[in-house]
């Protein structure tokens, strides 16, 4: 059973940092890209940033450029999302990804594995 569990969220103030994993079983997605994506309440789910099969490239939504970094470890089928500088309006569930092929992708139809995601909470 393919799986993809997050971990890493909290409540935090503004201005602390958040490391999130995303920890994948079941097969190997090192030959997919992955990708961060969240859903606040009451609105749609968000790319947040994704990142290619190698790590080589990534790519980010604009509101957190600067601020977070994507990141890869294929020999423990993991990704990391390492968010600085945390806002109110970054609080939301952080959800997993993989995609479909190689190179990173905004778009949530070419991602087939979710993982259940982990809540983030930024207090003012």
């Known amino acids: 059973q393919v799986q993809l569990v997050e971990s890493g969220g909290g409540l935090v103030q503004a201005g602390d940092s958040l490391r999130l994993s995303c920890a994948a079983s079941?097969?190997?997605?090192?030959?997919?890209?992955m990708g961060w994506f969240r859903q606040a309440p009451g609105k749609d789910r968000e790319f947040v940033a994704g990142i290619n099969w190698s790590g080589a490239s990534q790519d980010y939504r604009d509101s957190v450029k600067g601020r977070f970094s994507i990141s890869r470890d294929n020999a423990k089928n993991t990704v990391f999302l390492q968010m600085n500088s945390l806002k109110p309006e970054d609080t939301a569930v952080y959800l997993c990804?993989?995609?479909?092929?190689?190179?990173?992708?905004?778009?949530?139809?070419?991602?087939?594995?979710w993982g259940q995601g982990t809540q983030v909470t930024v207090s003012s």
């Open positions: 990804a993989a995609a479909t092929h190689l190179s990173v992708t905004t778009r949530p139809y070419e991602y087939d594995y």
């Open positions: 079941g097969r190997t997605f090192s030959r997919n890209a």
